[in-house]
């Protein structure tokens, strides 16, 4: 079952491919529309959803995501399907043309990915944002969502199943939407059709998919970010960047969960940034230097702890806890960065440029950032316009993960009978070429 | 221990990360030196190596691929290091530069990947050549070399280590040279510290490697190619490109493997075909259909096999053997490579352009060809100077891989006190610029 699921979606992405960007955008809007007319039988699914979840005390939090119906979230739904249609076509474009001989040219040609096994949980308006990535990007998608908007996630693959083949040249198994919880560690083994995973959800969905499949996984189970406050530090744009980075959504991958404070500091920065954050209820987790540096300076011990060495520093907190030791250097600030983090998006605070430079350098993340905030790792805000996750990956695409990271490409070469053996190292005498071809006049 | 080295490793390449191009390019310069100077004892602990095989009766084709003293392979090799030195420098480049606000810019920089493990068979020069990629593109890098050519392995390793240390600022960590087969499974276990594995040998160690780890492997286990003879083809074109994509070398992963021939065509082209694949000692495992009209053209059947339908279109034969089916059309043609290819290259021969474009647009492989031979698959050939290996991966980088194949990148992002929470969407009401840089005015 899960095979045949895969291996539809991969004959569906051979087909989806080979249509143009006109004809995938134009099937874009006809889901709109059709999601549109059905508004009302799919905010009945959804509050069917919304009742079950609330019958069976499912945490407010969750009710939330769940709700299709609240302030404009249907809207903004639908509008992200015309804005995904209406960005440039990434598929196609040529990024490298070398002709390596008389009418032998080579291009390097971006293309789909292929297959995207997407695992998502509460959030249903997930199934149009990646719907609408997948077909804009010419990938097939098979798409499982979680049992707790099933009603929900049922009558929007009908819709979209009867839109695709009823109204667009799009084949009707690129987008497989499946709701049976068992299917999805059969999916997992299908590394032959499923080229890539993308789990949007909890940590541990991420890591349970991270250790139970050999296909790629986009995504991270982890965001530990960490600000470090260098000694040139300016001690109003520490504390202002700190309490931002911490509070203004701790449940984010990209809030900052570790802060590392140069030991020349203590006096002059520490005791406004401890109260700006217990200000904000902020609890502590400090090694013993720090704590007796805050006890000397009678700071609210309501919300200092001591850390735990071992687990503090290497933990995603996603609450108003934050892990503060004071270090020593800027290499060892570096140094602890690189073994503690979880390669998302680390920060400098300091106003010696030549110490930003060697952090932005020597820091192993995704993000690297110089007086700013954690919290602006994000597709929105770099402008990509829509995101399909963020990576923490060493490989193929890094940080907040747009429309490019679901787009590889192929070579190809176009010749007129030719072969290696006339080349020299292959048994001939004919020399390449190997001349770059102007991309603008292609 | 593969712990231990893992993490050394990775710390290296957090060190290696931040030298200059001119630091990394003069460490392969000293690197040069040393191995010139030492070419007697190299060639003698090579010749050790030789002897021991010779005496275990090693394949003459395994003896062959040790021998370093061989025509000019140990000038080559050195010269490989120089060439790699004198490439432009990979890492640093600004491909992306976004303004989001005042004083708020976002680059997206070239780094290395972080730390490679490169696992090869008899090969010695490997070394050479994959410590030269490794520091050129900044990333630290553990090799694994064969028991074939521990010897020679071993004094390579001594003076590249002995260089690095006393004449460079490379961290000595950076290249990393074990010999024990033992390490090999407990260093794939390493993904916290390794970013990548590219094995370099036989397909069973590549499909062992696949099977045995969960960090990214670039490589390819199969190079199962295809040619399609569509219906306009040119015969000749046809004959030269089949014979020539077989016979130059049969064991390469470039090599074709699998012969469709459009239905129509059989009268025309299949018999100079056979006759001229027949008269270079290739055995032809036909279908039922080809066989019929191969008989009743008196093709000499010594040459001719029936076709195990399920494994032989499916299979590397890397010897002088090859399939051969009829088909219907270009539709068929391009569903049986989708389902049988194994993502590496593939070819259609046609005089129609729209037939090619449907071919090019349609095959799922990393290289599309039209009208020339498969062999040309080659980082050599593509002009790329070096290779790394040739990937059959959907992700990252396809096909030969170059020096950009072991690059990524990371977003840097420069502020001056910025803070989420003043945006709008985050609390605030500023609005982002995402305004795009001139990459060449930075």
Redesign the interface.
Known sequence: MAEQIAREA??A???L??LSDEERSNALHEIYDGLLQAKEDILKANLLDLQLATEQNLSPSLIKRLDLSKSDKFDSMLQGIKDVAALSNPIGKINLA?Q?DEG?N?YRVTCP??VLLIIFESRPEVIANITALAIKSGNAAILKGGKESLNTFKILAKIVNTVLSNKTKVPKNSIQLISSRSQVSDLLDQDKYI??VIPRGSNDLVRYI??NT?I?VLGHADGICSIYIDQYA?V??SV??V???KI??PAGCNAVESVLIHKDLLNSQLIPLANALIENKVTLHVTPEIKSFLIQNNTDLNYIKDANIDEDFSKEFLSLDIAIKSIDSLEDA??HI??HSSKHTDAIITENESA?N?F??????????????T???DG????FGTEVGIST????????VGLEGLV??????????????D?I???GKKL?V?KQLDLDFI
Do not use: M
């Not at 929105?380 to 402008?383: D, I, N, P, Q």
């Not at 590889?408 to 009978?417: F, I, S, V």
């Open positions: 991969h004959l992405s051979t087909v491919k080979t070398t390596l032998l080579l990915v292929g080229d890539l991270k250790s050999k790629p300016d109003e744009k202002k960047i309490v931002d980075a203004n959504y570096i140094y690189n073994t930003a060697k932005l350098g020597g820091i192993d993340s995704a993000g690297v950032y110089w007086n700013c905030s919290r602006f790792a929105f805000r770099y402008g990956n060493k490989i193929h695409a890094r940080g907040p590889c490409y192929q070579y190809q070469l176009r010749g007129n009978g030719h072969i290696v053996s080349y190292g292959s048994g390449f190997h």
